[in-house]
């Protein structure tokens, strides 16, 4: 079954940390662009983070220096750790999976951040 299932979210103090996780099933992990998205209230859904199969990295330039993108191929997992964190990092983070012409998404998970 082609899957992403991300963890991690939560609660945190504006300045905290968290660290986010998505688990791949399915897929050929190794060949697959990993990214995060967000999706704040009454916004469209941004890119936050991306990394490629060769392990090159982007970010939105709004977490440069704040967020660090990862990839574990042998256990098919992607990471984002958030440092840094400020109250309009707020919104639903997206695992995102694309091959090819293919892409599939995960159901989210809910950072919220508090001032």
């Known amino acids: 079954q082609v899957q992403l299932v991300e963890s991690g979210g939560g609660l945190v103090q504006a300045g905290g940390s968290l660290r986010l996780s998505c688990a791949a099933s399915?897929?050929?992990?190794?060949?697959?662009?990993m990214s995060w998205y967000r999706q704040a209230p009454g916004q469209q859904r941004e890119l936050v983070a991306a990394?490629?199969?060769?392990?090159?990295?982007n970010y939105a330039d709004s977490v440069k220096g704040r967020f660090t993108i990862s990839r574990e191929n042998a256990k098919k997992m992607v990471y984002l750790q958030m440092n840094s964190l400020k109250p309009e990092d707020t919104g639903v983070y997206y695992c995102?999976?694309?091959?090819?012409?293919?892409?599939?998404w995960g159901k989210g998970t809910l950072v919220t951040v508090s001032s």
């Open positions: 990394i490629t199969t060769g392990s090159s990295t």
């Open positions: 399915g897929i050929i992990f190794s060949l697959t662009t």
């Open positions: 995102n999976a694309e091959w090819g012409n293919v892409r599939i």
